[in-house]
């Protein structure tokens, strides 16, 4: 309502739409009560649109359901009844400055065919089942620890010596053979 005309009823006041915004309720949204899937479309836009809703006038939230009015009524104190998200939503509208009006479901025409248009209607059916899963153990082991093979024969020092002499110019600097022909490590060995 561009200019609001005392003593003219909601109803006949020259209502314009500015924005419209939608959405559907997706998981645990889909459990709220009435009056939460009611109240959290006025919340979620008074924080979408706050650039438009801050103002020193103010501004009027039309609604359909009169418990919403007793929960966000910006003139009274939050009451005991109002608890958990409806209390953190009360609390999130005391920054705005506005004024909740009521409006009858039947002379709410405008907002109930906005809401609804455009929204897909699509029956969905739940099942639920339930599914058993056996795994067998797994019977190789894994190669993070090769000397838990199966079969695994520690080498000799004979295969030790003759596998590093056909790598010896790989060897690094600073080694030196031992007795057995094995290269060792100068700090290996003391």
Excluded at 1 to 6: D, F, R, S, T
Excluded at 55 to 78: M, S, T, Y
Excluded at 116 to 121: E, F, I, K, N, T
Aim: hydrophobic share 40%.
């Amino acid at each position: 309502v561009a200019v609001w005309k005392p003593g003219v009823a909601v109803t006949d006041q020259a209502h314009e739409l500015l924005i419209c915004k939608g959405g559907t309720f997706h998981g645990a949204q889909q459990h709220w009560s009435v009056l939460e899937k009611e109240g959290y479309p006025i919340v979620l836009s008074c924080e979408d649109l706050d650039y438009v809703l801050l103002r020193p006038g103010g501004f009027k939230v039309f609604c359909d359901h009169r418990n919403l009015i007793h929960v966000f009524a910006p003139g009274q104190e939050i009451k005991k009844h109002v608890r958990g998200k409806l209390l953190r939503w009360s609390v999130k509208l005391m920054e705005f400055r506005y004024t909740i009006v009521h409006i009858e479901g039947t002379n709410n025409l405008w907002a109930d065919l906005i809401s609804q248009w455009g929204g897909s209607v699509t029956a969905t059916t739940t099942v639920f089942k339930r599914v058993t899963r056996l795994q067998a153990r797994a019977q190789r082991r894994p190669l993070l620890r090769p000397l838990d093979q199966d079969g695994f024969i520690w080498p000799t020092l004979t295969e030790i010596a003759s596998t590093q002499a056909a790598h010896a110019t790989a060897a690094p600097t600073g080694c030196e053979r031992d007795d057995n022909g094995v290269l060792w490590g100068t700090v290996a060995r003391r």
